[in-house]
């Protein structure tokens, strides 16, 4: 294949997947939520717009969908007096593009062997620095928060900005080092790598434990949900950085986030709960390491997606139990505990494999 | 013109008028020149892109676009400064001096760059086989600049105690 | 080849590892003593460190040059007597600096134990920049010592002088460091190396691109001037060594300046000391003789109307800068290329860093509690309130202008000959400048002394230290010990000259280790990931 040819099949691969998939995984994810909630509070949730009747209550969930998304798009499309308009205007765009890009490096199907020649089916870009890419990208979601905040000019927002700031920066920290302890193990930063090892050995979490609850407890506070939920604190900041957006700038917003949390899942399935590997199951591969594609395949990508969902659905369980933290606790929490458990880890992780090396 | 090279131009072109775009008009709210500074980060990772150096291009976004220039942003955000703080801009012999020697800088070097482009690198420029990815980087690091590493520990370290001597309210 | 050492690595880069050691162990002591007890003897703990590391470096003396097995030692450190030489100055000036921080820091409230862990990784980053034999390491270890230097000039925390000082030192030496950079960019571009040695074969080679090569030495040139103090970088010395306290600045008088001269003496020698370079087509030399001379008359002419002490002696340094630069210019070849130093620029470096000592710590002494003023009636009449102190001062300014008998004088002296030696007359104009310099200079050093012995207007005016002991006994050894090399200089006189010399060797080491240097290349390719390697330590 040529490199034009090879951009467009990307290109192709990146709309199939983000826009085919990921977009309504994410949809799907807000009514998971207020489902989820209405549960937890004792609530029914959302249940006005049914389109087959009450017989059918899950109906509810595409009526609600479909009028959430006429109500984004018809809303006056409000711009705050002296807000500096254009970066007003770029603040959604900057938050949804790198949850779009986050995509590029996940596999969530089964590609060939490390090592292997071949195509990965379910894979944009089989980079070699893997997930350093992700957190490349992942980092720049920060400015999108930020600089709608300011843009805004206003005291919740900017407060809400800087939170932001100051939150995503301490937990990216953490979130990162408690992967190093999964690519030194598995010795890859590519995922697909990552995702063959454990089929072989074991999965994540049985390897790198701790990592993982570090792990789990810093995705929380990167996708800036509760107890983290600092930056957007309804109590004391309105909506935090997003207060002045309305309409589909603010739906925009939102949806960034929502990839966000699949994107972290997703992750963490691929690093801890081995990815779209069945349990004693073996995945079937020709001479070159290719695996056989067929009706296990299928399975596969479905476990992926199941996992997936249990991740999401324990994130949105804690969201829901633990109250929010106060400002000093969680700068605390990430730099005198977080961060110095995730080095401690590494070290012990480090140890233990020259010891038995 | 190679493709490869129309592309090199604009990311350089774009470099180096987005670092302008940092210090140019004076007096202007320091936020933009952070943006600017954001977006050359990208251009100079393209560049490295270019020279085939991939985990360098991620690295360059991940440290520099992703976590520093973010604590830039928080730090001119939280000091939020007003126009009359930020001074006018001001003109003088000087700064025409230091103008006028930056230019001069730039057209020699462009000048010897140039007239010496032939005489360096070339096609007998062969990488080594897995140039770029983090496994030659960290064997580069590990092992041939594993002195310098730990120096750049002890430099870090001195940073911190630096950071917490000068600024904590109490010692 | 060179005969196969027995000496191990670690024991070869035994200094830089207890000197880091005393490091980290002071700072983990300062973090668990209480918030208000004395410091000082951390002080005491530092020195003794740097005691240790001299005994070892005296040992490695013996047995140098050493060959690093390692495989990034070996790249990054040159264990020579040059090296070995320079640490050992700069391990006395951070002994004695040291000593006179642990009386003064308390009487300016500001006696934090992390100040001497600070000292132990300034002195660590001097004692890598010495070593180093390429341009990466020597960087690293630049910035450990500036940055740590950086934040001991605002130590004084609660002084807006201090502040200001670190501020305005940080400012310019960011700058200064982004040359440094730049020129190692443009270097490496030209020659496609970052060892100093690769980079002089690579640029002997027709290929080498010459005019990039003079751009990065141009950039690596300023760099340099800024790290010295040398006219016209020298704009913040006077008001950083003012605003500092007077035991950083010590340091920034000794250490810094041996490290920096030591570094880059090394770096151009080595990498560019090809005699066809030197005034031809990269004429860092020329560049270097215009410079001392500048710096020679800027910091001896404005000392002259220096009231305070301190920037005295800032204006002062610039001045020695100058002198101390014209060593380089005396360098000497031999037909093959090959460069070394004659005796000159170390020698002249420990005789300046032994009388900067005793002066700045006489300078502690009279200043006052919590007060930086340090002018004319400071020392007025010190001769009868504290007559040790005063010939102290008396010693130390003697020495840096360079009355017999002294350090000073034998160092001027060793610089002059090596110039007119070394140049067949052609800088004959550099030493006459820089003897009328000596001779302006004498204005200002002996109004010190006059001032401390003659007037006595404000003899009532007591000496403010309450606890002046280590102040006194660091003062007191430096003096001391500059009147000894004076008075008997072979021994320190034939050290300098078998260091300067065996930067002679370094080419030769190079040539000959070619074979371990092919097999190194060859294992850098990284075939695989997963193939380790074996590296010994």
Redesign the interface.
């Known amino acids: 294949m040529s490199v034009g040819e090879l951009i467009l099949f990307g290109i192709i691969k990146f709309i199939a997947i983000v826009f085919g998939w990921v977009m309504l995984v994410a949809t799907v994810l807000t009514l998971m939520e207020r489902k989820q909630s209405a549960f937890m509070q004792n609530r029914v949730g959302p249940n006005r717009a049914f389109v087959f009747g009450k017989k059918f209550p899950l109906s509810a969930f595409i009526g609600h969908l479909l009028s959430d998304a006429l109500k984004v798009l018809v809303k006056e499309d409000f711009e705050p007096p002296r807000a500096n308009k254009w970066l007003h205007l770029l603040g959604p765009g900057i938050a949804v593009i790198p949850a779009w890009l986050l995509w590029v490096v996940i596999p969530f199907g089964p590609g060939p062997m490390p090592g292997a020649e071949g195509d990965h089916p379910f894979l944009i870009a089989n980079?070699?620095?893997g997930v350093?890419?992700m957190?490349?990208?992942?980092?720049?979601s920060?400015?999108g928060a930020?600089?709608g905040a300011?843009a805004s000019n206003s005291a919740y927002s900017?407060l809400g900005?800087?939170r932001t700031?100051?939150q995503?920066?301490s937990y990216?920290v953490t979130l990162g080092l408690n992967l190093v302890g999964v690519f030194m193990i598995f010795?890859?930063?590519r995922l697909n790598d990552i995702i063959w090892g454990q089929g072989q050995s074991a999965w994540g979490i049985f390897l790198q434990p701790v990592g993982f609850v570090l792990f789990l407890v810093a995705s929380i506070a990167e996708t800036k949900r509760a107890p983290f939920d600092l930056p957007e604190a309804e109590s004391e900041l309105a909506a935090g950085y997003f207060t002045e957006y309305s309409s589909m700038r603010f739906a925009v917003y939102s949806l960034g986030e929502f990839i966000g949390i699949v994107a972290v899942a997703a992750v963490a399935v691929c690093c801890f709960l081995g990815g779209w590997q069945i349990p004693w199951v073996e995945t079937p591969v020709d001479a070159s390491g290719v695996p056989i594609y067929g009706w296990l395949t299928v399975a596969q990508i479905a476990i992926f997606l199941f996992k997936m969902v249990i991740f999401i659905w324990l994130q949105m369980q804690i969201r829901w139990t633990l109250p929010r933290f106060r400002y000093d606790q969680l700068m605390k929490l990430g730099w005198l505990y977080l961060l110095p458990l995730s080095l401690l880890n590494l070290v012990v992780t480090a140890i233990i494999m020259y010891a038995v090396r | 013109m190679e493709f490869i090279q129309i592309v090199f131009w604009l990311l350089a072109a774009g470099a180096i008028l987005t670092s302008l775009m940092v210090v140019l008009p004076r007096g202007r709210n320091p936020l933009y020149g952070a943006l600017a500074l954001i977006l050359s980060f990208f251009f100079v990772a393209g560049i490295y892109v270019l020279l085939v150096a991939h985990t360098m291009a991620i690295l360059q976004i991940l440290v520099y676009a992703g976590a520093i220039m973010v604590l830039f942003t928080f730090v001119i955000m939280l000091l939020n400064l007003s126009k009359r703080e930020l001074g006018e801009e001001s003109k003088n012999l000087a700064q025409a001096l230091g103008v006028g020697a930056v230019a001069f800088i730039i057209i020699k070097s462009i000048i010897i760059v140039d007239a010496s482009a032939d005489s360096v690198g070339g096609d007998n420029l062969a990488l080594p086989k897995g140039f770029g990815t983090i496994e030659s980087i960290a064997d580069q690091m590990f092992h041939r600049h594993l002195l310098s590493f730990e120096l750049i520990a002890i430099l870090l370290l001195v940073a911190v105690i630096g950071a917490v001597v000068l600024a904590k309210r109490t010692l | 080849m060179q005969a196969a050492t027995t000496t191990s690595d670690l024991a070869i880069i035994s200094p830089l590892f207890i000197v880091c050691a005393m490091g980290l162990v002071a700072l983990l002591v300062a973090v668990f003593t209480p918030k208000d007890s004395f410091k000082g003897w951390l002080g005491y703990v530092v020195a003794f460190g740097f005691a240790l590391a001299l005994v070892a470096v005296v040992w490695l003396w013996k047995q140098a040059p050493l060959t690093l097995s390692n495989e990034s030692l070996f790249f990054a450190l040159s264990v020579d007597h040059f090296g070995l030489g320079l640490t050992a100055v700069i391990l006395i000036g951070g002994l004695l600096a040291a000593l006179t921080a642990v009386d003064y820091l308390p009487s300016q409230r500001s006696d934090h134990g992390e100040y001497y862990a600070l000292v132990a990784f300034a002195v660590l980053g001097m004692m890598a920049m010495v070593m180093s034999a390429d341009m990466l390491t020597f960087f690293v270890a630049l910035e450990l010592m500036s940055i740590s230097v950086y934040v001991l000039a605002g130590f004084k925390r609660q002084s807006a002088f201090s502040t200001e000082a670190a501020m305005k030192y940080f400012v310019t030496g960011s700058f200064a460091s982004a040359l440094l950079l730049l020129g190692i960019a443009f270097t490496y571009g030209a020659t496609g190396s970052i060892r100093f040695t690769e980079i002089a074969e690579a640029l002997a080679s027709p290929q080498a691109s010459l005019p990039i090569a003079q751009f990065g030495v141009v950039m690596l040139l300023a760099a340099f001037f800024f790290k010295v103090a040398a006219a016209p970088f020298h704009m913040w010395t006077p008001d950083v060594y003012e605003g500092a306290p007077t035991s950083v600045t010590a340091l920034m008088a000794t250490g810094v300046k041996v490290a920096a001269f030591g570094g880059f003496a090394r770096m151009f020698l080595t990498a560019f000391g090809d005699a066809r370079f030197r005034t031809g087509d990269l004429p860092w030399e020329t560049i270097i003789a215009i410079v001392a001379v500048a710096s020679m008359f800027a910091g001896n002419l404005m000392a002259l109307a220096q009231k305070n002490l301190k920037r005295m002696l800032a204006y002062s340094a610039i001045a020695h800068t100058g002198y101390i630069m014209l060593a380089m210019l005396a360098a000497p070849t031999s037909g093959d290329g090959t460069v070394w130093l004659g005796p000159g620029l170390i020698f002249y470096l420990l005789g300046y860093t032994l009388a900067s000592i005793a002066a700045f710590g006489v300078a502690s002494v009279v200043s006052g509690n919590d007060v930086e003023d340090v002018n004319e009636v400071a020392y007025a009449g010190l001769a009868k309130r504290s007559p040790a102190h005063a010939l102290i001062l008396a010693v130390a300014m003697l020495s840096l202008l360079g009355i017999p008998l002294t350090a000073g004088f034998i160092g001027k002296l060793t610089i002059f000959a090596e110039v007119l030696d070394g140049s067949h007359n052609e800088y004959l104009w550099i030493v006459v400048v820089a003897v009328i310099n000596s001779i302006i200079s004498a204005f200002y050093y002996l109004r010190v002394i006059l001032v401390a012995y003659m007037r006595d207007e404000a003899a009532e005016r007591p000496i403010q230290l309450v606890s002046s002991r280590s102040l006194t006994l660091a003062a007191g050894l430096a003096a001391f010990l500059t009147l000894v090399v004076g008075l008997v200089p072979s021994r320190a006189l034939m050290a300098s000259g078998k260091a300067g010399g065996s930067l002679a060797d370094s080419k030769a080491r190079a040539a000959s280790t070619a074979t371990v240097n092919d097999v190194h290349t060859e294992a850098d390719a990284p075939a695989t990931a997963s193939a380790p390697k074996a590296t010994k330590l």
Do not use: K, R
């Open positions: 980079l070699n620095v350093l890419f957190f490349a990208v992942m980092s720049l920060v400015y930020t600089l300011w900017l900005g800087l700031a100051a995503m920066i990216e010795g890859s930063t």
